[in-house]
């Protein structure tokens, strides 16, 4: 939902006339820190065909204040994704502290949503037009047979992956670049130019570990590059190939979408408020 549209929406209580003294009493703004399980869920941004985060939380909320809420989200993490501290903002007239948000919602929420911190912003906020550096990791389980311990939040691949290899192409990223040929040919955007800001891959035993930081990622962007990492890890490509898929400004140069189960959000850091 575009800001304007939800400025007018948000926090409207009940949808019709306000009721009596409600004039007397100013809309609030409250930012929620969300950090939910996304197997059960299909993705962030409501939709028709399924149960997504953002549904469940208007619900959540307009149960709890009585008014017809609709949130305005940080980042629409795709079906399956999870995250420690994604965002949402909504306008309130109810008088309860904003840090007693937090306790009531999570009374009212399913046990893989959980508000992890409530608080006021300013009546302007919006967690959408605030520069941020946003911070993905995705998990790689690389042994011979998978751990049904780790199958919800970490991708299982039995075949080797040299993570040394895998680092050099991550090289490659970092920086601001035309990243058109890591979007999903779905998506609707502007424009495919974005900033990598941090990408390193790590090894620990048979767990790899994907980190990668930046203003701001394109649709499925941290899959496909996820996908193609392992692709140069598994001796697909040399790493150098890595330029060439970047530069080639096509989708069909990069490899497969990584599975959604491997990726968490799980730091997002405002530059300004």
């Not at 939902?1 to 948000?10: C, D, L, V, Y």
């Not at 670049?177 to 974005?194: G, I, M, N, P």
């Not at 499925?220 to 193609?228: D, E, F, L, Q, S």
């Given at each position: ?10 926090g ?53 204040t ?21 965002y949402a ?11 007693k ?28 037009s ?7 990791e995705y998990?790689?389980l690389?042994?011979?047979f ?23 192409a991550a ?5 601001e ?18 900033e990598?800001t941090a990408?390193t891959?790590?090894?620990d ?30 001796g697909?490509y040399?790493p ?12 069909s140069?990069a490899?497969?979408t990584?599975?959604a ?13």
């Open positions: 939902m575009r800001e304007k549209e939800w400025e007018g929406q948000a409207s209580p009940g949808g019709g006339e306000p009721g009596r003294g409600e004039h007397e009493i100013p809309l609030r703004r409250i930012r929620l820190t969300v950090a939910y399980d996304g197997t059960n869920y299909n993705g962030w941004q409501y939709q028709p065909n399924g149960t997504t985060i953002e549904e469940v939380l208007n619900g959540a909320i307009s149960d709890l009585g008014e017809r809420i609709r949130i305005a989200g940080a980042s629409r993490t795709d079906a399956g994704v999870h995250a420690l501290c994604n903002a909504f306008d309130t007239r109810m008088r309860m502290p904003a840090p948000f937090a306790y009531a919602l999570n009374q009212r929420l399913p046990e893989d949503i959980r508000i992890r911190r409530s608080e006021e912003v300013r009546a302007g906020w919006h967690p959408r605030c520069r941020s550096i946003k911070t993905y998990r790689i690389n042994e011979e998978p751990n049904p311990l780790e199958r919800l939040y970490a991708h299982f691949t039995y075949v080797p992956l040299d993570a040394e290899r895998m680092r050099e090289a490659f990223l970092v920086g670049h035309d990243f058109k040929s890591f979007c999903s040919l779905h998506a609707q955007v502007e424009t495919t130019v974005r990598i990408l891959v790590e090894r035993g048979s767990r790899i570990l994907i980190r990668v930081s930046g203003t701001g990622f394109l649709y499925n962007m941290v899959r496909i590059i996820a996908g193609t990492l392992m692709e140069i890890g598994a697909k040399p150098a190939r890595m330029r060439e898929i970047l530069e080639a400004c096509d989708r140069a490899g497969p990584a599975p189960r491997g990726l968490t959000l799980v730091e997002y850091r405002f530059l300004q408020e």
